[in-house]
């Protein structure tokens, strides 16, 4: 990221930026006022191109986005009733993520930035995740604790201030998505594995099989999710190679309670010991709803503030990245035309 320029750049208020988010395989663009409010999201998803090769092709992304961000971009003004003159900045995904994905979303916002004479702001994707938050509840205001569930990463994350992170806890291996989506291809599901495992395990029994909580069952807030997988992973191959029936469903239902058990879990015991009295959810796999109500029911026992994003801010889109810009804007992180994009963007820890 170029160096950020630590001055007040906007006042509080009235500041309506243009967001764009292309870390991956989604090419999105929005329209937020005040960080708050969303007057416009616009996403294009990829998915069906990647379908076919089992999961997101670098390659594949990075040409689809270059085709798709000027028309999602104008059709994000467009829904909001503004051009981009009316634009007090401009806020990106820098990182991380596929580094020819974010190159173009990058690119583009540099150039709009250029043309209009309008600041850049870089957002860290994650912490667009979890500004997702912000505009879902208005009354939410740092300190918070929050689970970060998503493709890449599994992190509990204590929100101390606005931009102000410490992460207490991040998964050792796998994430939790990620895991997700290994399974449900053992299982014969679509790319992405995540909402089809979903969709099956409905029709399944979350008792039928037993996971060890192994290396979770730890006091420390880390996680692992590879050997809960490979259990997973492991018991439709023994079927298949004896060849006895197994019920696929019970399989993705009981394997979606165990990773439920572990994040909400470790989540709610965090915000527990911390002395946080509210859980926020964020990331691809807070629009699982057993995790969502898995994790409410669990914060109210212990009598803990939950809340979430709704399904559509959940996974990736720019309305997230302009909550999460606004507030870096507010704080004077502006940068340069230097600014790269950085797959490997850590989140200020
Ligand atoms: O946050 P996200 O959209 O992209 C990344 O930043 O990684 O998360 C994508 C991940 C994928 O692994 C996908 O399978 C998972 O979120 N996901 C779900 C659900 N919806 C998306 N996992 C479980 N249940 C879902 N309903
Ligand atoms: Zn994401």
């Known amino acids: 990221m170029a160096e950020e320029q630590q001055k007040i750049v906007a006042k509080e208020g009235d500041c309506t930026l243009l967001a764009i988010e292309s870390s991956c395989d989604e090419t999105a663009a929005a329209v937020v006022r005040s960080g708050r409010e969303v007057l416009s999201n616009a996403v294009f998803t990829q998915i069906p191109l990647h379908k076919i090769y089992g999961g997101v092709v670098p390659e594949i992304a ?23 003159e009316e634009m007090d900045a401009i806020a990106v995904t820098d990182g991380p993520g596929l580094v020819g994905a974010l190159l173009v979303g990058v690119s583009y916002a540099k150039g709009l930035a250029f043309a209009a004479h309008k600041p850049l702001v870089p957002v860290h994707h994650i912490e667009g995740h979890i500004s997702a938050n912000l505009i879902a509840h208005p009354d939410l205001e740092p300190p918070f604790l929050c689970l970060v569930a998503s493709g890449g990463h599994s992190h509990i994350v204590r929100v101390a201030d606005y931009g102000v992170y410490e992460l207490l806890g991040r998964t050792r291996d796998d994430a939790a998505g990620e895991a997700f989506d290994k399974v449900a291809r053992v299982l014969g599901l679509p790319y ?15 008792h039928a099989f037993s996971f060890p ?10 996680f692992s999710f590879s050997g809960l997988k ?7 191959h023994n079927a298949q190679q004896r060849g006895e029936e197994i019920r696929r469903e019970d399989i993705a239902a009981s394997f979606q309670q165990a990773v439920v058990n572990i994040l909400a879990g470790k989540a709610v015991r965090a915000a527990k010991e911390q002395g946080c009295g509210t859980l926020a959810l964020a990331g ?3 629009a699982n709803t057993a995790l969502r109500e898995g994790l409410r029911q669990r914060a109210e026992q212990a009598g803990i503030r939950f809340v979430c994003p709704p399904k559509n801010l959940c996974t990736d889109n720019a309305a997230m990245i302009g909550a999460a810009g606004y507030y870096r804007l507010l704080r004077g992180c502006t940068c340069g035309l230097d600014l790269n994009a950085n797959p490997g963007l850590q989140l200020g820890f």
């Open 62 to 84: 990075s040409r689809s986005h270059v085709e798709k961000i000027g028309a999602v971009v104008a059709e994000a003004l467009e829904q909001a009733g503004k051009t981009l």
């Open 192 to 206: 992405p594995g995540g909402p089809e495992l979903e969709k099956l395990a409905k029709g399944g029994d979350p």
């Open 213 to 222: 909580s192994g290396f979770n069952a730890g006091a420390h807030y880390d």
């Open 230 to 236: 490979t259990s997973a992973i492991n018991l439709v």
């Open 284 to 286: 691809g796999v807070a």
